[in-house]
């Protein structure tokens, strides 16, 4: 059984207050999606917790795939998700790994009479905790080896529509050789993506005559809003810059190398430099379980 390195506690005692940011970062309601996404892009967050204005009450959690989701919506009310799991200064980092893990999220609002105090992220726990650790069971026992790839001269809106019909947030990127030659991830997408309000005209005519005919007819306009993205190949919005890790890297080294370049993932290869997998903090996570 391995255990944290002494200078933290182990993770039977390891609680939330030993881990979180306090330094919080929020959104308020009533409040608009623009200001939302300003912050994100600013702060370079991929979600915050929500608190009604003037107080801090936190209400719900936007994220930027709620917002890519959502892309028709303006007020963060209509946008945010209001049923986030928050957790007390008080809990332990088992409980925070089980909710993460468990409700499929990243970022968890820390709460003391419903009041914001801090956050609690994936980052938090893999930055502060496991690469402070003596897990060193390889990488490749927890990647996934399902590669969501893609061709580096796909279109920019088809490359976002695969990786939502994956539900993944990152795509390895390869050329005409299936060379993995870069990396594209969901806030690629919402650093490049605007919301565009298109009309669809609706007509109360007989299905046998053409729509655009509107001599006698009520029109009835429907506002649509949706993420609009150039037509351009992924291959101009991808990182180039490739962060790859060994199948045989220990967890905690891993870690590491995940917080010296500020990545959440990172491909997978053998020895030989070939694809394997893919390697993400979420999964990295489930290894502090193991320590109790």
Same mark, same amino acid.
């Given at each position: 059984? !391995?255990?944290?390195?002494?200078?933290?506690?182990?993770?039977?005692?390891?609680?939330?207050?030993? &881990?979180?940011? *306090?330094?919080?970062?929020?959104?308020?309601?009533?409040?608009?999606?623009? +200001?939302?996404?300003?912050?994100?892009?600013? %702060?370079?967050?991929?979600?915050?917790?929500?608190?009604?204005?003037?107080?801090?009450?936190?209400?719900?959690?936007?994220?930027?795939?709620? &917002?890519?989701?959502?892309?028709?919506?303006?007020?963060?009310?209509?946008? /945010?998700?209001?049923?986030?799991?928050?957790?007390?200064?008080?809990?332990?980092?088992?409980?925070?790994? *089980?909710?993460?893990?468990?409700? %499929?999220?990243?970022? &968890?609002?820390?709460?003391?009479?419903?009041?914001?105090?801090?956050?609690? #992220?994936? $980052?938090?726990?893999?930055? %502060?905790?496991?690469?402070? =650790?003596?897990?060193?069971?390889?990488?490749?026992?927890?990647?996934?080896?399902?590669?969501?790839?893609?061709?580096?001269?796909?279109?920019?809106?088809?490359?976002?529509?695969?990786?939502?019909?994956?539900?993944? !947030?990152?795509?390895?990127?390869?050329?005409?050789?299936?060379?993995?030659?870069?990396?594209? #991830? +969901?806030?690629?997408?919402?650093?490049?993506?605007?919301?565009?309000?298109?009309?669809?005209? $609706? =007509?109360? *005519?007989?299905? $046998?005559?053409?729509?655009?005919?509107?001599?006698?007819?009520?029109?009835?306009?429907?506002?649509?809003?949706?993420? $609009?993205?150039?037509?351009?190949?992924?291959?101009?919005?991808? =990182?180039?810059?490739?962060?790859?890790?060994?199948?045989?890297?220990? &967890?905690? +080294?891993?870690?590491?190398?995940? !917080?010296?370049?500020?990545?959440?993932?990172?491909?997978?290869?053998?020895?030989?430099?070939?694809?394997?997998?893919?390697?993400?903090?979420? !999964? /990295?996570?489930?290894?502090?379980?193991?320590? =109790?």
């Amino acid at each position: 059984m !391995q255990h944290l390195k002494t200078r933290f506690p182990t993770l039977q005692r390891l609680l939330v207050k030993d &881990l979180m940011s *306090k330094d919080v970062i929020y959104a308020e309601v009533p409040g608009g999606r623009d +200001e939302v996404l300003s912050i994100m892009r600013s %702060k370079k967050v991929t979600g915050l917790p929500v608190v009604k204005k003037g107080t801090r009450k936190v209400v719900g959690v936007v994220t930027r795939r709620d &917002l890519m989701k959502k892309p028709d919506e303006e007020q963060v009310a209509l946008i /945010m998700s209001r049923d986030h799991p928050t957790v007390e200064p008080s809990d332990t980092i088992s409980k925070v790994i *089980k909710l993460i893990t468990e409700r %499929k999220v990243r970022l &968890l609002p820390v709460t003391v009479n419903g009041e914001l105090i801090g956050v609690i #992220t994936v $980052s938090d726990l893999v930055y %502060k905790a496991l690469a402070n =650790s003596n897990l060193t069971t390889p990488v490749k026992e927890y990647m996934d080896r399902r590669i969501p790839t893609i061709w580096e001269k796909t279109p920019l809106p088809v490359a976002y529509s695969i990786m939502n019909w994956a539900g993944t !947030q990152v795509l390895v990127v390869l050329d005409d050789n299936s060379k993995m030659v870069g990396i594209v #991830t +969901e806030h690629d997408f919402l650093n490049l993506g605007e919301v565009v309000y298109k009309q669809r005209t $609706s =007509s109360t *005519k007989p299905s $046998s005559e053409e729509e655009w005919d509107w001599s006698v007819s009520t029109i009835i306009y429907i506002g649509k809003g949706q993420l $609009s993205l150039p037509p351009k190949p992924v291959s101009e919005i991808m =990182s180039k810059q490739l962060i790859t890790v060994p199948d045989f890297l220990p &967890l905690n +080294e891993c870690a590491k190398k995940l !917080q010296r370049y500020d990545v959440n993932q990172a491909p997978v290869v053998n020895a030989k430099g070939e694809l394997m997998g893919v390697i993400y903090d979420v !999964q /990295m996570i489930k290894a502090l379980l193991e320590t =109790s």
